[in-house]
């Protein structure tokens, strides 16, 4: 075995047929935004290289064509196809596998995920909330999983969370019991949408110079109300009597130099960025 662990890819699950929902859940809008999407920068905060699993004839599809993607190139249906294909793909990686339904899941879930990695086992995963079996749609599946699954699959299995049950994965509770809720019907997408549009976001933030000096520390995560920058900043105002002007300042959101009326989205990054002195 390897002295160092495999590097972590990630692979957003959109080959689903979404046939409980009617309508493709990759394009389903949560704060104005594509889950798809919202998945893939999610995920693409923690791991270097993501992909989209898609079906050979959505590789078309407007809402995944824009990604990079992997198309089944095993047989066979579900996840489990997708799962085996990416390890196909790239041999050597791990894979962060996450169902693109999961509209609660946070960067805290997966920093948790990642940083509690066993490279030892087939999968690392979390457990379900509700019966306490493995989830396997937001789990690392580490390369030493390849032969198994197809050994599984052969064998005429094709349940991924069966396949850990019966392998063996390391399992970890999770931190917050929604994360991994995930939304199949159009009843569970009204509620998600009422849900998050009426929840304070939890946004990471971070203070230089005198902004740090004046709010006593140099980062801090926190819940808001606010969905720009500019509102965010008021809010900060208001909070440490911060005594310079947004025309003093700079913002960055995930690491990227933003324009104040930018959408925010849960668990961002958002650095304000004071006059340097000197010259």
């Known amino acids: ?18 046939s409980r929902m009617k309508r493709d859940k990759a394009a389903l809008k949560y704060q104005d935004k594509p889950q798809l999407d919202r998945a893939f920068e999610l995920a693409s905060r923690h791991v270097t290289n993501v992909f989209v699993s898609v079906r050979a004839d959505q590789t078309l599809d407007p809402t995944r064509a824009q990604r990079p993607m992997i198309v089944d190139s095993v047989a066979g249906e579900g996840p489990i196809a997708g799962i085996r294909s990416a390890l196909a793909a790239h041999p050597k990686a791990a894979w962060l596998v996450l169902a693109c ?19 030892s086992a087939l999968a690392t995963a979390y457990t379900s909330a509700h019966d306490g079996l493995p989830e396997p749609l937001c789990a690392i599946w580490e390369p030493s999983a390849a032969e198994a ?37 159009p009843e569970e997408y009204r509620q998600a949408i009422a849900t998050l549009d009426k929840a304070p976001m939890q946004l990471k933030i971070q203070y230089y110079a005198l902004m740090r000096e004046q709010a006593g520390r140099s980062e801090e995560t926190l819940e808001t109300s606010a969905s720009t920058p500019a509102g965010l900043y008021e809010e900060l105002v208001a909070r440490y009597g911060f005594t310079l ?12 130099f933003s324009d104040w009326s930018r959408k925010l989205n849960v668990g961002d990054a958002v650095v304000f960025i004071p006059p340097v002195a000197g010259g």
């Open 149 to 185: 699954l197809a050994d599984y699959q052969a064998g005429g299995g094709h349940c991924p969370r069966k396949f850990l049950i019966r392998h063996g994965a390391r399992l970890l509770e999770p931190q917050d019991t929604r994360a991994l809720d995930n939304v199949n019907t």
């Open 245 to 256: 002007s947004r025309d003093q300042l700079k913002v960055a959101v995930n690491s990227e």
């Open 1 to 18: 075995m390897s002295e160092f662990p495999s590097p972590v890819y990630g692979l957003i699950l959109a080959g689903g047929s979404s």
């Open 101 to 119: 339904d999961l509209p609660y899941l946070s960067d805290a879930a997966l920093d948790f995920l990642l940083r509690r990695r066993d490279a």
